[in-house]
T-cell receptor
Framework: GAVVSQHPSWVICKSGTSVKIECRSLDFQATTMFWYRQFPKQSLMLMAT?????????EQGVEKDKFLINHASLTLSTLTVTSAHPEDSSFYIC???????????????FGEGSRLTVL | KQEVTQIPAALSVPEGENLVLNCSFT??????LQWFRQDPGKGLTSLLLIQSSQREQTSGRLNASLDKSSGRSTLYIAASQPGDSATYLCAVNQGGKLIFGQGTELSVKP
């Protein structure tokens, strides 16, 4: 089956530093990847859509200068939380759709998530 | 704006029971609907995907139905086991994006 890998799985950083999270599709190519955040006991909230070779599309209320997304290849998207603060502490999950399965209707596969704690 | 609601928020059953989880959505213009399982502190595992033209999908002890016109989906779990304990999330695909419900936290007691 399709595998999506995230790294790191957990990270602790000091307030004011930047943290990069990687999302890789291991056995398929993904022109589109999605980044979500999840607070404890809550559902997943879509942050942005990452498009290979072009700028990401952010959901309303998500600061694009705060959450930098780069999708430089068909198998890798990165999310950088810039100048992190304690309120950015959350569980970040990425997902990817196989390029072959179609633009919008294919199944989405999810990574294992990355837990960020900002002190 | 699409809203996805899952009922109940939490459910506790004894081992062996059959159970039904409910998911409703407000806008029927969807491509498909997916059911996921999430264990504590983990990512999502896809359970079943139902395309908008389909009525149901089955995988082992799991059966998911979709009634797009009424905006409802159900996940039926047969002969529940303690290993089924997890949070179950439904998500609708609208415009290529998944919109999630809040989840149902299931606990199956031995």
């Amino acid at each position: 089956g399709a595998v999506v890998s995230q790294h790191p799985s957990w990270v602790i950083c000091k307030s004011g530093t930047s943290v990069k999270i990687e999302c890789r599709s291991l056995d398929f190519q993904a022109t589109t990847m999605f980044w979500y955040r999840q607070f404890p006991k809550q559902s997943l909230m879509l942050m942005a859509t990452s498009n290979e070779g072009s700028k990401a599309t952010y959901e309303q209320g998500v600061e694009k200068d705060k959450f930098l997304i780069n999708h430089a290849s068909l198998t890798l998207s990165t999310l950088t939380v810039t100048s992190a603060h304690p309120e950015d502490s959350s569980f970040y999950i990425c997902s990817a759709r196989d390029r072959i399965s179609g633009s919008n209707t294919g199944e989405l596969f999810f990574g294992e998530g990355s837990r960020l704690t900002v002190l | 704006k699409q809203e996805v609601t899952q009922i109940p928020a939490a459910l506790s059953v004894p081992e062996g029971e059959n159970l039904v989880l409910n998911c409703s959505f407000t806008d029927s213009a969807i491509y498909n609907l997916q059911w996921f399982r999430q264990d504590p502190g983990k990512g999502l595992t896809s359970l079943l995907l139902i395309q908008s033209s389909q009525r149901e999908q089955t995988s082992g002890r799991l059966n998911a139905s979709l009634d797009k016109s009424s905006g409802r989906s159900t996940l039926y779990i047969a002969a529940s086991q303690p290993g089924d304990s997890a949070t179950y999330l439904c998500a609708v695909n609208q415009g290529g994006k998944l919109i999630f419900g809040q989840g149902t936290e299931l606990s199956v007691k031995p």
